[in-house]
């Protein structure tokens, strides 16, 4: 069964510290990565995209593939407390688009 | 960006009638949409694929009779919760892709049933 496992935390970091979000998958045929933030209450809502091994930046956030290893991990420089929100990972092969349960992050002023 | 809009983004209604909930995709043809279910403090739980033109695909435990879902066209797929009971009441929330695009969801539908 394909699986995509996150670390549900929650993950507590302070106002301007780096946090780390990461996400394993078991299918190897794998093509396409994303990590959707969802706050309380809300729909999720689409943050970053990656295709290819290595880093892809985005602003304060940057996605990072590693394919050999199948993770694929969130960095956000400079967390903000409106950063608190659960992420989730995303992983998708031939149109089946597979959710992690997601990791909770609060941001702590 | 893709757009996804779900109407309506609440709903209460009384045990026993039904609802329906609509997701369109505003600005590109979607192949694929997906429904999910997200009950207070858990995760996604998707409830049924569908393809346009053609039947839905639901996820284990999840009642094909009581959920109806269609996606006549590649705008528009519809959610119909029949005979519906407090159990029921739920996040519901709509995504909607091209082929191997991003999913792009819609803002949800809290249902409350009395």
């Known amino acids: 069964q394909k699986e995509v496992e996150q670390n549900s935390g929650p993950l507590s970091v302070p106002e301007g510290a780096i946090a780390s979000l990461n996400c394993t998958y078991s299918?190897?045929?794998?093509?396409?990565f994303f990590w959707y933030r969802q706050y309380s209450g809300k729909s999720p809502e689409l943050i970053m995209s990656?295709?290819?091994?290595g880093d892809k930046e985005d602003g304060r956030f940057t996605a990072q593939l590693n394919k050999a290893s199948q993770y694929v991990s969130l960095l956000i420089r400079d967390s903000q407390p409106s950063d608190s929100a659960t992420y989730l990972c995303?992983?998708?092969?031939?149109?089946?688009?597979?959710f992690g349960a997601g990791t909770r992050l609060t941001v702590k002023p | 960006g893709a757009v996804v809009s779900q109407h309506p983004s609440w709903v209460i209604c009384k045990s026993g009638t039904s609802v329906k909930i609509e997701c369109r995709s505003l600005d590109f043809q979607a192949t694929t949409m997906f429904w999910y279910r997200q009950f207070p403090k858990q995760s996604l739980m998707l409830m049924a694929t569908?393809?346009?033109?053609?039947?839905?695909?639901?996820e284990q435990g999840v009642e094909k009779d009581k959920f109806l879902i269609n996606h006549a066209s590649l705008t528009l797929s519809t959610l119909t919760v029949t005979s519906a009971h407090p159990e029921d009441s739920s996040f519901y929330i709509c995504?909607?892709?091209?082929?191997?695009?991003?999913?792009?969801f819609g803002n949800g539908t809290r249902l409350t049933v009395t």
């Open positions: 995504s909607a892709r091209d082929t191997n695009s991003p999913l792009h």
């Open positions: 299918d190897r045929g794998s093509q396409s």
């Open positions: 990656i295709y290819s091994n």
């Open positions: 995303a992983v998708n092969e031939d149109n089946d688009m597979r």
């Open positions: 569908s393809n346009e033109g053609s039947k839905a695909t639901y």
